[in-house]
């Protein structure tokens, strides 16, 4: 539709935005790393203090890149999810994969008795544990989802169904959490705060090749997604197989909504926001070859400020990821919606 | 079902509250941070025994932080008569005989008093390591009476206690009025706010109250204060002071005692430099995880990481664990390794009870020298 | 052009069937103006869905050049009939210009990428059909009149040589509708393509159409206005007291 190369300028701005943002993220945080000793261990030079090192190096760094490809896939799995409900209230988490993350973890945490659930630490560790717990509930939801797709013949009944199994494992969670230990709830709730900074290098990549292959197959989809702009009907008479279409959106949105939860919990507010954010910026196309790689330059940008600020640079103490996202996020959406009524 | 309570104690209390409020207002300067230790206590802030002529007066503290409020609980024998000049939160009719306890520490005093037969009901019963008290769960001798959180009331009544021993926090006064109008004493055990090991371990003297086995428990205690200072002072002659850090990361933040907590105490006493000792909190910190590897990073020991066994799966959860030196030169012990035999921690349930041991065994990994044959009970080194 | 072969449409769930149009046999040449008539709720929605794939026949098929539309795949469909439906609510930020250019999607490459050509044949018929102050303008802020231009110029700009209409001007006033029918007429007559329509605009379906499907309850006609006039059909479309047809000036008056 629209040549990409006529937004050659905007694309700038948010690459430029998002490095900036990045330097600042790695030269911010509780321990003061001055500038120029930040640019002398990424570029690879020895340095006096190692503590330096290994803060940059095995810390902030994953953690910087986690929060732009966490960012960037979710913003892409909720664009998707609007233009496929044709529902501005869409996000990743419509499906209910993140729900089926969470019941998974907290049938870790609080279901299984106390103890044997340690004996599932000792083996693999906590965090695998949970990583794991997180990933087979997704995988649940993703099941059923597809089960239901099978019999559907229209968007909005799969996204009631979705809502539906998000409330119904949202509601399993809640009678766990009534049943757990204070040790085990208080874990679950931090679970639910997500976590950036937990993720080594080695696991980076796997979870990036997995998003990946998420994001190639929404990157596939964008012509169909432009001929759902029409809706349903008028995509298929453009030559849309509706069906295949629908199994290739929900494995994409699974796969970028089920990874980013078990690997960083349930991160909110960036896929519901980004594709907005973006539109209200760019009001002159529509055409996913444009806004797709937008809104996932778009959220990768705001999650990396948001994990700026939750590290409360100069401080010894951090904020939750997630109460940040929505406490800076709504606010600028606000802004902006105002702003475009004048 | 025995009903061992004055019926009148609830319309006597509503006459006589505006007198009890003023009463403790006046005497709130008094007892507005800790109990009178004059008595019997040396450490623990949590609780106080008035000897009278045929009865006792015990008073536990609220544990509820911020609270000034103080329970006081009437001990007398089964025979005497109930003197019926003052409100009580409780009579108590020792020696008890049937409890129903509510946190494994409390069964760890009860059995170094011998009285493990006492214990009739517990919640979640697969926590407790006593290997007498699990004899007497493989008999069914103890009934599982709910959570912790949420005690079964059916079940605890069928079991017909003499005394309900809760360890407070929130619902305590809705536990208190509820039980005690079944006719069930709820007394607060709480020895876990207690900041000083030896305080903690005190707390036997409470229980020697309650089974009639007062001679006992302060013997016990008085044993188990010598041993301690006598191993806070075999440290002394140690003149350099090792570095210490504690605790584990969780998510996205390191979660540590805090300067003043009861770890910190025990880091304390065996003579080493808690890098957080000048914090003054008592409860548990959460710092950056940046903080504490810049802090802590050369600490020659670290101490209580969390639920980490191994070597091998505490340097796979976080790229930063293998920075430190503790964990390069194998310096690091937990109490997670010592587990009952259904899992249960043992540090949880008899550590409160054992300061001396629990100080002896940090000693030992600190120095090995000072005493070589000396075999830890509760800290372990971790696993490969 | 397309073939009705013993076409039975309507709709059946759990086994139970309901029948629309019964047994339509007919057949529409290429380069025709075909209108569906019929009054409110007797099927000529359904059977403009139908015709276009969209739903599954009860019984019979339909043919387009020769192939069953319902056996065809999405793509092959695209590329032989392209839809203008009643659907009204669509994201209010699309561009004029960009929901034009959709209609190319069954010719271009899996990327969607649009080559000059394409460019070319969307400037063209934005020119064709006068709405070249429409083309950078959002959705939102166009009239009803407007919206249905553009999604006209979207249907031609997939090239298709069969275009179905279902209600196209029943938003329109008289102006716009009359200029809408006069597109249609200039595209059937200039380029040759079939152009099946539904509408409750008994009059100008009339004037305009080459033949007309008419649907009655349990009946269906075919055949070119005259042909139908001059069977005597629409005599009886109405009760005489509310409507009369005047085959003179063959069109429905009200009786008053």
């Given at each position: 539709m629209t040549e990409?190369?006529?937004?050659?300028?905007?694309?700038?701005?948010?690459?430029?935005?998002?490095?900036?943002?990045?330097?600042?993220?790695?030269?911010?945080?509780?321990?003061?790393?001055?500038?120029?000793?930040?640019i002398k261990i990424t570029l690879g030079y020895p340095t006096t203090k190692p503590t330096f090192e290994y803060i940059l190096l095995d810390y902030r760094i994953p953690k910087a890149i986690t929060a732009m490809l966490t960012g960037g896939s979710l913003?892409?799995?909720?664009?998707?999810?609007?233009?496929?409900?044709?529902?501005?209230?869409?996000g990743p988490y419509v499906l209910g994969i993140s729900s089926g993350a969470s019941l998974g973890v907290a049938l870790l945490l609080m279901g299984s008795s106390w103890l044997s659930s340690w004996f599932v630490f000792s083996e693999v560790g906590l965090r695998w544990s949970i990583m794991i717990a997180a990933t087979l509930g997704s995988f649940l939801v993703f099941c059923l989802i597809l089960i239901a797709t099978a019999r559907l013949n229209n968007s909005t009944s799969l996204l009631i169904l979705g809502l539906m199994f998000g409330s119904l494992t949202a509601a399993i969670v809640n009678i766990l959490m009534f049943f757990g230990s204070k040790e085990a709830l208080q874990k679950y709730v931090f679970w639910s705060f997500g976590s950036l900074g937990n993720i080594n290098t080695s696991e980076l990549k796997i979870l990036s090749f997995i998003l990946l292959i998420g994001l190639s197959?929404?990157?596939?989809?964008?012509?169909?997604?432009?001929?759902?702009?029409?809706?349903?009907?008028?995509?298929?008479?453009?030559?849309?197989?509706?069906?295949?279409?629908?199994?290739?959106?929900?494995?994409?949105?699974?796969?970028?909504a089920g990874a980013t939860t078990a690997f960083v919990g349930p991160i909110g507010f960036i896929g519901l926001a980004a594709p907005h954010l973006i539109r209200l910026l760019i009001s002159s196309t529509r055409d996913h070859k444009i806004v797709l790689p937008a809104v996932f330059l778009g959220g990768a940008l705001l999650l990396l400020i948001c994990d700026s600020i939750a590290q409360i640079p100069g401080s010894a103490y951090v904020l939750p990821i997630n109460g940040i996202t929505s406490l800076i996020g709504a606010p600028l959406i606000i802004l902006l919606i105002l702003r475009q009524k004048g | 079902m025995k009903l061992k309570i004055n019926?009148?104690?609830?319309?006597?209390?509503?006459?006589?509250?505006?007198l009890i409020l003023g009463l403790l207002l006046i005497g709130c300067s008094q007892t507005s941070t800790k109990i009178n230790s004059t008595n019997s206590t040396r450490y623990a802030q949590g609780f106080s025994i008035e000897n009278k002529n045929d009865h006792k007066i015990l008073s536990l503290k609220n544990t509820l932080p911020g609270s000034s409020k103080i329970f006081r609980y009437l001990i007398i024998s089964e025979e005497a008569k109930i003197p019926s000049t003052l409100n009580y939160d409780g009579i108590i009719r020792t020696p008890v005989k049937r409890i129903v306890a509510t946190s494994t520490t409390h069964l760890a005093f009860l059995e170094e008093l011998n009285a493990t037969e006492n214990l009739v009901g517990f919640p979640q019963t697969d926590y407790i390591s006593s290997v007498q008290i699990r004899k007497k769960i493989d008999a069914g001798k103890v009934v599982d009476v709910g959570m912790s959180q949420q005690l079964n009331v059916e079940r605890i009544l069928e079991v017909d206690p003499d005394i309900l021993l809760s360890f407070g926090v929130d619902q305590i006064d809705n536990s208190l009025k509820r039980f005690n109008r079944m006719g069930i004493p709820t007394a607060f055990i709480g020895e876990w706010n207690e900041q000083n090991p030896l305080g903690r371990a005190e707390w036997i003297k409470v229980f020697g109250l309650l089974l009639d086995k007062e001679k006992e428990a302060f013997e016990f205690f008085d044993n188990t204060e010598k041993k301690y200072l006598e191993a806070k002072k075999s440290t002394l002659k140690i003149k350099s002071k090792p570095t210490l850090i504690a605790g584990a990361i969780y998510q996205d933040a390191w979660y540590l005692p805090g300067g003043n907590s009861y770890l910190a105490k025990l880091f304390e006493d065996a003579n080493t430099n808690y890098l957080w000792r000048d914090n003054n909190q008592t409860g548990s910190l959460a710092l950056s995880i940046e903080v504490v590897l810049e802090k802590g990073k050369d600490a020659n020991y670290w101490f209580a990481p969390g639920q980490h066994t191994s070597y091998s799966i505490l340097t796979a959860e976080h790229a930063l664990y293998s920075k430190f030196e503790a964990t390069q030169k194998r310096k690091i012990f937990t109490y997670a390794r010592s587990k009952g035999s259904k899992g249960g921690i043992i540090f949880f349930e008899s550590g409160a009870c054992h300061p001396d041991l629990v100080l002896k065994d940090i000693?030992?990994?600190?120095?090995p020298n000072l005493e070589p044959d000396y075999i830890p009970t509760y800290f372990l080194p971790l696993n490969d | 052009m397309i073939t009705l072969n013993k076409l039975t449409t309507g709709y059946a769930k759990n086994g139970v069937s309901k029948e629309i149009s019964t047994e339509l046999q007919l057949e529409i040449k290429k380069g025709s103006l075909v209108g569906i008539l019929g009054r409110n709720g007797i099927g000529k929605?359904?059977?403009?869905?139908?015709?276009?794939?969209?739903?599954?026949?009860?019984?019979?098929?339909?043919q387009v050049l020769g192939k069953t539309v319902h056996e065809m795949t999405p793509q092959q469909r695209a590329k032989c009939l392209s839809i203008v439906l009643t659907e009204r609510k669509f994201n209010g930020d699309l561009i004029g210009k960009e929901l034009i250019q959709l209609g190319r999607q069954p010719h271009t490459n899996w990327r969607g990428k649009q080559t000059p050509e394409d460019r070319e044949i969307v400037s063209q018929i934005i020119k064709?059909?006068?709405i070249e102050q429409l083309a950078d303008q959002m959705l939102k802020t166009m009239s009803d009149g407007e919206v249905q231009k553009i999604l006209l110029a979207r249907a031609l700009a997939q090239q298709t040589p069969l275009i179905f209409l279902d209600e196209p001007s029943s938003h329109l006033d008289l102006f716009n509708k009359s200029l809408l029918f006069q597109e249609i007429k200039q595209i059937v007559r200039k380029e040759g393509k079939t152009v099946v329509f539904s509408s409750h605009y008994l009059n100008t379906t009339i004037q305009i159409c080459d033949q007309i499907i008419l649907l009655l309850n349990n009946q269906w006609e075919y055949g070119s206005p005259d042909e139908l006039i001059e069977k005597g059909v629409f005599e009886n479309m109405f009760p005489k007291e509310t409507v009369l047809f005047d085959p003179k000036q063959k069109q429905f008056n009200i009786c008053i």
């Open positions: 990409l190369s006529k937004y050659k300028g905007f694309f700038s701005f948010l690459i430029g935005m998002l490095f900036l943002c990045l330097v600042f993220n790695l030269s911010l945080g509780s321990v003061n790393i001055p500038l120029w000793e930040a913003g892409v799995c909720g664009l998707v999810m609007q233009t496929y409900f044709k529902n501005p209230l869409a197959i929404a990157v596939y989809s964008i012509k169909n997604l432009n001929s759902l702009l029409l809706g349903e009907n008028y995509a298929r008479s453009l030559g849309v197989s509706l069906q295949k279409n629908r199994y290739l959106l929900i494995l994409s949105s699974s796969i970028l | 019926c009148n104690f609830d319309a006597v209390k509503r006459i006589n509250t505006l000693i030992h990994h600190l120095y | 929605s359904t059977l403009i869905k139908t015709l276009a794939g969209f739903q599954k026949p009860l019984s019979g098929n339909v064709q059909l006068n």
